[in-house]
């Protein structure tokens, strides 16, 4: 047999398990020493070896945790997501009975320290802090983006309540991820990719209402989140301040800029949803979960009733549609009342039976990804449209129903997330088989017009909260 070659985490390990039960032996043998030796310099030397003996142990161990690799959770459970803090473990050495065995051999000598060797013993502590800092955070900052060969993101992430990461080079759930805030599990609720990869914005809850269905006593904020290259995810910085509701769902403009939309409820149980935007802050009140960008300035509002006119003339053929939008440059205070289509911000126009399409889905080139509902009698399509006028069919399925989409960065690949599951959001054509998909679509057509998809994912895991 060859030689057996042993990762860090396992040396420290060993290290800290020999070290451990030896400690009380070691600790006797240093006293022994000290009794036949009454010296100032030997009092001092025995207090540092013995603070060494007992404290090599926990360094030992932290060390182990910290060079070890995320362990793979039992199918169905959440690994434990609390975080490793090197300052409250520095503080909780320091007052320590480990810091009182220095101390209290420093006053045996009887020798009162100087300014310079205090100075020194605390820049040491300086040092070590930064160095296990660093140790933490290089790799991070060293480690290669969470990209394809191809340059498309490696990871897809799948927000319900808590994040997945899905791998989509092996299929496999790569990271299960749900953040503390303090020392309080935070759900995920809504997620959307950035333009740099492994870089995200979420949405977290705060504060739980009584009901999950509800959104009464809910507190969001939006913050940053990170996938490494392992597909590992973490939760960053906060982009907003405190937001009354339940924030489900974040869009981002192809500037960055960020979009999102809550819910409220009052004690008569009566629901109100916003449309908001960060930097600067401003929110119209409007229902509209299925809203996109159209460009930098134009929020488009499909579901809502209030911003959509239809127009009926004599002859069925030339019937026009409109989707109403919001300028963001414009503060809410401004925007006219919108029970007449016409005192919309703005006027898009939509495919004439817009209302049986649903997830319009804006590309880099102004066209727009839409979702016909299947039935029984009829499969679910993909289609493929330049304002109001059809280009082409992307995608047609003979069962299941597409809840999601999410483009690549470059806008010339494409995830569908499918549901195969039998009921009325599937269309009544039930697949069989697991429950959820994700299919990937290239969207450069071939020369018979077709466009290349397959499955690069399967699971039980609902994908209506897709990212890529």
Not at 98 to 113: D, K, Q, W
Not at 276 to 282: A, M, Q, Y
Request: glycine share 8%; proline share 8%.
């Amino acid at each position: 047999m060859g030689p057996v070659r042993r990762t860090a985490a396992e040396v420290a390990e060993m290290a800290g398990d020999v070290l451990y039960p030896a400690g009380p032996f070691l600790l006797a043998m240093i006293a022994l020493f000290v009794a036949r030796r009454d010296h100032a310099r030997v009092h001092l030397m025995a207090a540092v070896a013995g603070f060494g003996i007992v404290a090599l142990p926990e360094v030992l161990a932290v060390a182990t945790e910290m060079l070890r690799p995320s362990a793979e959770p039992p199918p169905g459970c959440l690994p434990d997501p609390e975080p490793f803090r090197v300052l409250p473990v520095v503080v909780a050495w320091v007052v320590s009975p480990l810091t009182m065995i220095l101390f209290a051999g420093a006053a045996g000598t009887r020798v009162r320290p100087d300014r310079g060797s205090v100075l020194r013993l605390v820049a040491a502590l300086g040092v070590i802090v930064l160095l296990v800092q660093a140790a933490r955070i290089l790799p991070e900052r060293l480690a290669a983006p969470p990209v394809a060969d191809d340059g498309t993101p490696r990871y897809a992430l799948l927000a319900m309540g808590y994040l997945e990461t899905v791998n989509l080079d092996t299929g496999r759930i790569a990271h299960e991820y749900m953040p503390y805030l303090g020392r309080r599990i935070t759900p995920i609720n809504a997620v959307a990719a950035t333009r740099e990869p492994g870089e995200y914005v979420v949405s977290v809850t705060l504060r739980r209402g009584q009901d999950s269905w509800s959104p009464r006593g809910f507190v969001s904020r939006i913050h940053r989140l990170t996938v490494d290259a392992d597909g590992q995810a973490k939760l960053g910085r906060a982009l907003s301040g405190r937001l009354k509701g339940n924030v489900d769902r974040i869009v981002l403009s192809p500037e960055g800029r960020v979009a999102y939309h809550r819910r409220t409820e009052d004690r008569d149980h009566e629901q109100t949803s916003y449309v908001g935007v960060l930097g600067p802050d401003v929110e119209w009140r409007a229902a509209a979960y299925g809203f996109y960008w159209r460009d930098a300035h134009a929020l488009v509002l499909p579901d809502d009733l209030h911003f959509t006119g239809v127009t009926y003339p004599p002859k069925p053929k030339s019937v026009k549609a409109w989707e109403g939008a919001l300028d963001v440059r414009r503060p809410a205070s401004e925007r006219m009342p919108a029970s007449d289509p016409s005192s919309a911000v703005t006027l898009v126009r939509a495919p004439r039976d817009n209302g049986s399409h649903t997830l319009p889905h804006p590309l880099p080139d102004g066209r727009t990804l839409r979702v016909r509902q299947g039935s029984y009698e009829q499969p679910s399509e993909l289609i493929l449209y330049d304002g109001a006028r059809k280009v082409t069919t992307v995608l047609t399925l003979s069962c299941g129903e597409i809840v999601s989409m999410a483009l690549d960065r470059s806008g010339r690949h494409l995830l569908v997330g499918k549901n195969n599951e039998n009921d009325s959001v599937a269309g009544n054509r039930p697949c069989g088989g697991k429950d959820h998909e994700l299919l990937r679509v290239d969207l450069a057509p071939t020369a018979t017009g077709a466009f290349p998809h397959r499955v690069v994912w399967r699971g039980e895991t609902y994908v209506g909260g897709l990212t890529w």
